[in-house]
């Protein structure tokens, strides 16, 4: 079982949608999590860490659900310029391995 | 410039070449991690490195990859005898901090072994 999982997508939404991903992980001691954004053939960029209480960055909230081992990320009023594919990462703190999920890809169509 | 520099931007090499990718990470970051990413997947790791310290290396798929930072700054990925399945982006990242918070990442190498 990978360590991280990620529904691939895609999702194709219109211009103003909401629109959420679930990231699973493995490893119920994880302590640090993470979401990454990578445009098409560019380096993957931090988006937000994601922290116990849940935490929101303007159009986008993260939230950490410890018991089902997962994390989500919601995207209000979707921009064509979110059109990207959202990263989940972990850290299982049992090492510096950071685990990347396959990534997530969203498309905004206008 | 003031962010991660890898170098070179693409590679093509022939099968059973030996490949050197380069790392500048950014002025002061303590940490520093190699990745590598295969086309629709994820980055997977490869090494970690504090300061000069190689403290983990064991996403190394096999002993034809080696890493150094022998100063503490820049990184090299040295691949020998390079093989088709080698075929990816390898990308570094930095972090100022020991691990991973708020790492900063390359663009990465696009490596194509023919």
């Known amino acids: 079982r990978k360590e991280v999982e990620q529904d691939p997508g895609p999702f194709n939404v219109p211009e103003g949608a909401t629109v959420a991903f679930n990231c699973t992980y493995s490893n119920s001691a994880s302590q640090s999590f993470f979401w990454y954004r990578q445009d098409c053939r560019k380096e993957p960029k931090l988006l937000m860490s994601?922290?116990?209480s849940g935490n929101e960055d303007g159009r986008f909230t993260a939230q950490l659900n410890r018991a089902s081992q997962y994390i989500s990320l919601l995207i209000r009023d979707s921009k064509l310029s979110d059109s990207a594919t959202y990263l989940c990462?972990?850290?299982?703190?049992?090492?510096?391995?950071?685990?990347f999920g396959t990534g997530t890809s969203l498309t905004v169509i206008p | 410039g003031a962010g991660v520099s890898q170098s070179p931007r693409y590679k093509v090499a022939k099968r059973g070449q030996d490949v050197a990718l380069r790392c500048d990470p950014i002025?002061?970051?303590?940490?520093l991690f190699w990745y590598q990413q295969a086309l629709g997947q994820g980055p997977e790791f490869l090494t970690y490195?504090?300061?000069?310290?190689?403290?983990?290396k064991s996403g190394l798929p096999s002993d034809r990859f080696f890493a150094e930072r022998p100063e503490g700054s820049v990184s090299t990925l040295k691949i020998q005898r390079t093989q088709q399945e080698d075929s990816a982006v390898y990308l570094c990242a930095s972090s100022p901090i020991q691990g991973h918070a708020e790492a900063f990442f390359g663009q990465g190498t696009r490596l194509t072994v023919v």
């Open positions: 990462v972990v850290n299982p703190n049992t090492g510096n391995q950071f685990y």
């Open positions: 002025s002061g970051h303590v940490s």
């Open positions: 994601v922290y116990s």
């Open positions: 490195f504090q300061n000069e310290a190689q403290l983990d």
